[in-house]
């Protein structure tokens, strides 16, 4: 498995942008897809946005247009670009790996296999 770290999360005011990045560990970091979930107080987790290994998105109705996912394989890392934040985008930020065929883009939970610890974002009206 592959350890995650992220980063990037804060409090920002609605209208805003902020950039997750998601630090991986190991040599292997090209080989998964990877995706961004994200957790509201009293809510079950839900799916952000993934990237295929071969570079393919996938993102929720709720923030298409407004993030972007990309990964820097020479990095081992992965980014979430999130323009116009709005409140209801308050949540614990997640990042996951997913060990998977070369095109998919993954989107339920049950597909990834390694979790980062999460990091707050928090979007003021």
Known sequence: QVQLVESGGGLVQAGDSLRLSCAASGR???T????????APGKEREFVATISISGSTA?????KGRFTISRD???NTVYLQMNSLKPEDTAV???A???TTYYSVPTASRAFGSWGQ???VTVSS
Do not use: H, P
């Not at 998964?32 to 957790?39: D, E, I, L, P, S």
């Not at 993102?59 to 923030?63: C, G, N």
């Open 28 to 30: 292997t970091f090209s």
């Open 32 to 39: 998964y897809a990877m995706g961004w979930f994200r957790q």
């Open 59 to 63: 993102a929720a109705d709720s923030v």
């Open 73 to 75: 394989n020479a990095k």
């Open 93 to 95: 930020y997640y990042c």
């Open 97 to 99: 790996a997913a060990g």
């Open 118 to 120: 999460g990091t707050q």
